[in-house]
């Protein structure tokens, strides 16, 4: 059991990261843990929501457990811009993008170095990462390769989003969809049924029920709308269950999700849902509600959790963002990490 804090990252200064982060320490429900970012930045989002809470700058991540309640502790990053606080709320703006990155890359180091017992993730902005040149598309690939050494391998992930009623695991992510269809490859899908087992086996499922989505309308239709479910899906699927992993499909993917959903009156009949592109096994998840749902990276040598939701642009700074989702992933983040 491991007594170092989670540490929060800030997230894009110009979204919604900052307040909900505000929000989720009134609400005491991220005691014990320590933002990694901009102090000036998150003094700003506490005044803007009008909570009597300071933010206490710390020296290093052991400091946090000696902040009181109602005090927002934070490590300084290194490497922010110096002008980061003219990036305007609700913009894209690369000194928001290259800040956001300078924290996921400081977090790794510091999950690595003992420092940090995972790292919760407030939401970036895809394209201010890539304005401030960050060659990574999201906090996915990027956590993938800062958790291995320059000469290792790095470890194969994937992203799953998950709230009371569903878990979803995905074969690809983020590139456009004619990519992700070139994507879906026999090992990629039976990579990502390995990884979804055993994340599930250490989340406490002892015998996983993985429903497997197919790529085409109605799983291909018996190969009238598309032959990638014979050709690579099933036999991915009867590999990783000659492997021991319980997997079914491919099933047409837009009714599995409501045949794996666990709600009262319907128990569920799979444990989680392998999607094949990013909307499949989204839209479902996020459908429910931002209010939930969480993004955890499994595969990572350490623990990783997210809100389900963006940087909400269009509402950043006016109080109105829900910080639930982030509490729920301050949540599952400790029960992963204990
Ligand atoms: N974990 C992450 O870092 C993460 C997750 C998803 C999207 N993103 C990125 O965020 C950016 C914006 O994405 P988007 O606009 O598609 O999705 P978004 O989730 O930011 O916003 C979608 C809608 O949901 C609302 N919303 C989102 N979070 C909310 C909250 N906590 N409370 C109340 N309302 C909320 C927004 O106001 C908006 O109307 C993109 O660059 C995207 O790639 C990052
Ligand atoms: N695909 C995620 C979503 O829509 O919720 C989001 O872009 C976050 O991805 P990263 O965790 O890789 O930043």
Do not use: W
Not at 58 to 69: H, S
Not at 151 to 169: F, G, H, K, Q, S
Not at 311 to 330: E, H, P, Q, V, Y
């Amino acid at each position: 059991m491991s007594t170092a804090p989670l540490v929060i990252t800030m997230g894009d200064a110009c979204g919604i990261g900052p307040e909900i982060i505000a929000k989720a320490f009134a609400a005491g429900e991220a005691q014990g843990a320590f933002v990694l970012g901009d102090t000036a930045v998150m003094r700003r989002a506490v005044a803007q929501l009008g909570q009597s809470m300071a933010v206490a700058t710390i020296e290093q991540p052991g400091d946090a457990a000696a902040c009181p309640p109602r005090c927002v502790p934070l490590l300084q990053a290194r490497g922010l811009p110096s002008d980061l606080q003219g990036a305007g709320i609700g913009r894209v703006d690369a000194r928001a993008g290259a800040a956001a990155a300078a924290c996921i890359e400081q977090a790794v180091a510091l999950v690595r170095a003992g420092q940090a017992r995972g790292i919760v993730t407030a939401p970036i902005h895809k394209e201010a990462l890539s304005a401030a040149g960050v060659g990574f598309p999201g906090h996915t690939e990027m956590l993938q390769a800062l958790a291995a050494d320059p000469d290792e391998a790095m470890p194969p992930v994937r992203m799953m989003l998950a709230n009371e009623e569903l878990r979803t695991v995905l074969v690809t992510i983020h590139m456009s969809l004619r990519k992700a269809i070139d994507a879906v490859t026999f090992d990629a899908v039976l990579e990502t049924l390995r990884i979804t087992d055993r994340a599930m086996r250490r989340f406490g499922i002892a015998a996983p029920r993985v429903a497997v989505a197919g790529l085409n309308p109605h799983a291909g239709e018996g190969g009238l709308f598309g032959d990638e479910e014979q050709q690579i899906i099933a036999p991915a699927i009867a590999a990783a269950r000659a492997e021991g992993i319980d997997a079914t499909g491919p099933f047409a993917p837009d009714t599995v999700f409501m045949r794996a959903r666990h709600a009262p009156g319907h128990p569920g009949e799979f444990d989680v849902v392998v999607a094949m592109t990013h909307d499949h096994g989204l839209i479902p998840v996020k459908y429910l509600g931002v209010e939930q749902g969480v993004n955890v990276t499994l595969g990572l040598p350490f623990v990783r959790t997210s809100p389900d939701h963006g940087t909400a642009f269009d509402i950043a700074g006016t109080g109105r963002a829900d910080a639930s989702s982030l509490i729920a992933a301050l949540r599952m983040a400790r029960r992963l990490s204990p």
